[in-house]
C-alpha cells in the first residue's frame, strides 16, 4: 500500500532563517507531487506540484521553492523564512496522468511557526 | 472567479444526532466534487467523490449530494460519534486535475 511521510511534524524558526521541508512517498512509482499551505480558517493554497523529477511548477509567487531530486521525493524550501510563511504544510500525491476523477492523498501535514 | 463557499463555518452538535453541511461553488469548467475530513494537525483523507452525472454517493455514515445545475453540494453526516469531530473541506475539481478548495467547516460532537 502507499504511504506518505513528511517531516518534521513541527517547526519554530526565526524570521531570516532557512526551511527545508521533505516529502516522501511509498508504494507507488511517477506520482504527481504538490505542496499545499493552509492558513488558519483558510482553505488549502497550492504551491507547488510536479509531474516528474526535476519538473516543478509554481502556483503563487512567493518566498518558497520546491525540488524533487528524486521520484518520490519532493522538499520544500526557503533561503529566508518570513512572518506570513507561518503555516501548517501539506504534501500530496496522485496518480501521474490519471484521469481528472483522481484522488490525492495527503500527508500528515507539517506546523511552521515563524518567530 | 472560481471559488468553493462552504456552510455553515462550524457547527457544535450532540452525540448521535445527524447534520448536513453545505457548500456551493462557481468553478468552471465542472469535472468532480470531492469531501474530505481532516482531523486536528492531520492532512485531510477523502471521503466521496462525485462526477458530473452522480447526484448521492454514500460512504458509511456520510452521504454526499451533488446538484450540478444549482452548483451545490451537501454532507450529511447520520447517527453522528465523538471521532466525527473534524473540519470537513469540499474541494471542486477543474478539468485538467486544478483543484479549488473551500475553507472548510469545523464541526464539533459533543457527548
Known amino acids: 500500500s502507499q504511504t506518505i511521510h513528511q517531516w518534521p511534524a513541527t517547526l519554530v524558526q526565526p524570521v531570516g532563517s532557512p526551511l527545508s521541508l521533505e516529502c516522501t512517498v511509498e508504494?507507488?512509482?511517477?506520482?504527481?507531487l504538490y505542496w499545499y499551505r493552509q492558513a488558519a480558517g483558510r482553505g488549502l493554497q497550492l504551491l507547488f506540484y510536479s509531474v516528474g523529477i526535476g519538473q516543478i511548477s509554481s502556483e503563487v509567487p512567493q518566498n518558497l521553492s520546491a525540488s524533487r531530486p528524486q521520484d518520490r521525493q519532493f522538499i520544500l524550501s526557503s533561503k529566508k523564512l518570513l512572518l506570513s510563511d507561518s503555516g501548517f504544510y501539506l504534501c500530496?500525491?496522485?496518480?501521474?496522468?490519471?484521469?481528472?476523477?483522481?484522488?490525492?492523498?495527503f500527508g500528515p501535514g507539517t506546523r511552521l511557526t515563524v518567530l | 472567479k472560481n471559488q468553493v463557499e462552504q456552510s455553515p463555518q462550524s457547527l457544535i452538535i450532540l452525540e448521535g444526532k445527524n447534520c448536513t453541511l453545505q457548500?456551493?461553488?462557481?468553478?468552471?469548467?465542472?469535472?468532480?466534487l470531492r469531501w474530505y475530513k481532516q482531523d486536528t494537525g492531520r492532512g485531510p483523507v477523502s471521503l466521496t467523490i462525485m462526477t458530473f452525472s452522480e447526484n448521492t454517493k454514500s460512504n458509511g455514515r456520510y452521504t454526499a449530494t451533488l446538484d450540478a445545475d444549482t452548483k451545490q453540494s451537501s454532507l450529511h453526516i447520520t447517527a453522528s460519534q465523538l471521532s466525527d469531530s473534524a473540519s470537513y473541506i469540499c474541494v471542486v475539481s477543474q478539468y485538467g486535475n486544478k483543484l479549488v478548495f473551500g475553507a472548510g467547516t469545523i464541526l464539533r460532537v459533543k457527548s
Open positions: 500530496a500525491w496522485s496518480v501521474l496522468g490519471a484521469a481528472s476523477t483522481d484522488t490525492q492523498y
Open positions: 457548500c456551493n461553488y462557481t468553478v468552471s469548467p465542472f469535472s468532480n
Open positions: 508504494g507507488t512509482s511517477n506520482p504527481n
